[in-house]
Nanobody, 116 residues
């Protein structure tokens, strides 16, 4: 059974930094890409950043230039380093794991609150 486990998040002051991590396990298939999305209250879910198995990164407009997605040392694990956080970055952040044509899975979400 596939598991997508997120860690990190919490409360941070404006201008601060946070690091989120996501680890996928339980599938016999290869991961095609892993990504982070976010959803603020009353808004649609939007892409923050994605990383393909080939190392190609894509950043969504909201946090472009302020975040970095990368592969962690553990297998099937990625992190999202977020810097210069703003109150409008407050949202629930979700990890997405894409196994291509097989399936895609979501983590349970991690609340990030940017407030003084």
């Amino acid at each position: 059974q596939v598991q997508v486990v997120q860690s990190g998040g919490g409360l941070v002051q404006p201008g601060g930094s946070l690091r989120l991590s996501c680890k996928a396990s339980g599938s016999a298939f290869e991961i095609v890409a892993m990504a982070w999305y976010r959803q603020a209250p009353g808004k649609q879910r939007e892409l923050v950043a994605s990383l393909t198995e080939d190392g190609v990164t894509t950043y969504g407009d909201p946090m472009k230039g302020r975040c970095t997605i990368g592969r962690a040392s553990a297998k099937n694990m990625v992190y999202l380093q977020m810097n210069s956080l703003k109150p409008e970055d407050t949202a629930v952040y979700f990890c997405n794991v894409d196994y291509g044509l097989v399936a895609t899975y979501w983590g349970k979400g991690t609340l990030v609150t940017v407030s003084s």
